[in-house]
């Protein structure tokens, strides 16, 4: 048994509503690299495995989590992430309902 990660990268792709993802997964945890962040013909070439160490690029858990990410790609870096409160009318609605 080792104490560190050895990954067995192959390449695999990944249909989604017609936009063929191609990346690269590893066997032995089922993790995904970012085809845009990652080169991945260095990491995994198209015929058998590799070896390689990738330490400092995201790691995805799912396929959504990757589609998340790549969609990040797409937006300008100057948007800041919309934040979504609650209606004030709610508060005034309960407020009414313990008098």
């Known amino acids: 048994m080792s104490l560190f ?17 191609e990346t690269c997964l590893d066997t032995s945890t089922n993790l995904l690299l970012c085809p845009i962040c ?3 013909d260095e990491v995994c070439p198209r015929e058998g495995e590799s070896l390689r160490q990738v330490v400092d690029k995201p790691l ?4 959504t989590d990757l589609l998340h990410h790549l969609r990040s790609h797409t937006m300008p ?3 800041k992430r919309i934040i979504v409160r609650r209606e004030e009318e709610e508060e005034s609605v309960e407020e009414e309902e313990e008098d």
């Open 5 to 21: 990660w050895e990954p067995r990268w192959r390449r695999v792709s990944f249909n989604v509503d017609g936009v063929v993802i």
């Open 38 to 40: 990652v080169k991945i």
């Open 60 to 63: 995805f858990f799912s396929l």
């Open 77 to 79: 870096s100057g948007v």
